[in-house]
């Protein structure tokens, strides 16, 4: 068996976010332990409106779903957009709908880790909540511990 390939879904539109931060942390850690990363950023994860009928007409869906079908493990991290996640990210997990008939479908028994940030200390929790909700419907093994980041006192370095 070769090195497990961990993808980072999340962050935001704003480059640097504290939720992509956070992801990009997970990912260095996740490679100082010897699997292969690739981020799915802000920029990353622009893509159109989910739709079943052009799923396939975009090379960043394309690569994204490529990329899941390869997965070992996943490690999301969404901002606190009004007591929920992103619609960045929920846009992003939309396009797994691509893996319905696959032989393993969605993320099924896949790792799914954890991230969510936001400005002060009531968002995170019901962002925590519906990404470990979410990894229940992907049939993926959401991680016992969730990280919930308060932006406004956490401050990431390199």
Not at 59 to 86: K, L, Q, T, W
Not at 105 to 113: A, E, K, Q
Not at 118 to 141: E, K, N, T
Request: proline share 6%.
């Amino acid at each position: 068996m070769g090195k497990p390939f961990i993808i980072g879904i999340g962050g935001t539109t704003r480059p640097g976010s504290s939720s992509e931060q956070a992801l990009q942390l997970a990912l260095s850690h996740a490679r100082k332990l010897g699997a292969e990363t690739h981020l799915f950023g802000g920029a990353e994860l622009q893509m159109p409106m989910y739709d079943p009928a052009t799923a396939n007409d975009h090379e960043a869906a394309r690569n994204f779903i490529a990329a899941c079908r390869r997965a070992d493990g996943v490690i999301m991290a969404s901002p606190c957009y009004h007591g929920a996640i992103s619609g960045l990210v929920k846009n992003a997990l939309d396009y797994t709908e691509e893996m319905n008939k696959d032989a393993r479908v969605y993320l099924d028994g896949r790792s799914f880790g954890i991230i969510a940030c936001a400005y002060g200390y009531q968002g995170p929790g019901p962002v925590l909540a519906q990404l470990r909700q979410i990894a229940h419907a992907l049939r993926a093994w959401p991680t016992p511990l969730g990280v919930g980041v308060n932006s406004m006192v956490v401050k990431f370095s390199n």
